[in-house]
């Protein structure tokens, strides 16, 4: 059983169970599923100073940060106690595209090419990790919301809003991936 | 704790998303390239399940466990939506990794997620600055 759940989970298994998240937590609470307000109520807890859009009662959204603390549990459940030692199985294609962008490490989830502490200090790994990182608070905030709270959440509920905020995802993500990324990742 | 229930929601969550590899990398790269369905199955269906459950949940008007009526208020669309969601989808692609993905990485044990954690609040934060002024 254990060996079988080290498996990479297919998506029928996983896409079901994470679609069911929705009505748990509507039902358990009346929550909406949305994980980049965590970051949100971060800000207003620690440094709202006189900002507005910070000032409110973040602890009565405190299951948002019991729930993202959840996530953090079940990532070193499927990334440590599951972990299969196999590199990711993405395609062969991908595989090639990568390296042709001088990717050379395809060991865990994340290349270290691109992911390290030292990294930090060249261009690359700024470029990465901080710029790509505020692009995502700031974006997923100035949208209303993220993967989870646009694409799971509000297609769920057949937000329209949320269908205009998928769309430029995935424009956003086409435009880095096929003419920003690839550059940055050869630097 | 009334609040440990939505950890453990978190906890089954954040094990799928670690275990279905869609917080990978990798499997970011090969989304936004079309060389494989996988992401494509894991949000489709997800978002199919979720399509079922908030459709019978207002036709059978089940309530929360509360005794709560279960309400989904509408997202207002504005142009945030489109500045905003380029900004996002450029982002998730330059990092490979959404806010979920984000802290399930730092639990599988890569620390180095943690700048672009950091960095992420920064964004929040520095959005929440200047939200009057920007567009909407």
């Given at each position: 059983m254990i060996e079988l759940l080290k498996e990479p989970w297919p998506w029928y298994v996983s896409g079901p169970i994470i679609g069911i998240s929705v009505p748990i937590l509507l039902l358990i609470g009346n929550k909406m599923l949305g994980i980049s307000s965590s970051l949100r109520h971060v800000c207003s807890a620690v440094?709202?100073?006189?900002i507005q859009f910070l000032k409110y009662n973040w602890k009565a959204e405190i299951w948002n940060l019991f729930f993202v603390g959840g996530i953090l549990i079940g990532g070193f459940i499927g990334g440590v106690l599951l972990n299969n030692g196999e590199p990711v199985a993405i395609s062969e294609s991908t595989v090639k595209d990568i390296k042709a962008m001088g990717i050379q490490s395809f060991e865990g989830l994340v290349p270290s090419d691109l992911f390290?502490?030292?990294?930090?200090?060249s261009l690359k790994g700024f470029l990465v990790m901080v710029v790509g990182g505020f692009l995502i608070g700031f974006g997923s905030r100035y949208a209303g919301g993220c993967t989870s709270g646009h694409a799971i959440m509000g297609l769920s509920s057949l937000q329209l809003a949320s269908l205009v905020a998928v769309i430029f995802f995935f424009i956003g993500g086409l435009l880095m991936t096929h003419f920003i990324a690839p550059l940055i990742y050869q630097l | 704790m009334k609040n440990i229930k939505f950890m453990l929601v978190g906890i089954v969550f954040g094990t799928v998303l670690t275990k279905t590899e869609a917080v990978s990398w990798f499997r970011i790269q090969e989304m936004f390239r079309f060389q494989s369905f996988h992401m494509y199955g894991i949000i489709g269906s997800a978002v199919v399940v979720g399509i079922i459950s908030v459709w019978l949940i207002k036709k059978l008007k089940l309530k929360s466990i509360n005794g709560e009526e279960i309400s989904i208020p509408d997202k207002q669309f504005n142009k945030g939506q489109i500045f905003g969601g380029t900004l996002f989808g450029m982002g998730w692609a330059l990092s490979g990794a959404c806010p979920g993905p984000m802290y399930g990485l730092v639990g599988a044990g890569y620390l180095p997620v943690l700048i672009v954690i950091a960095s992420a609040l920064l964004g929040t934060w520095v959005y929440s600055y200047f939200k009057p002024k920007l567009p909407h």
């Open positions: 440094a709202p100073f006189n390290s502490w030292k990294n930090i200090l | -």
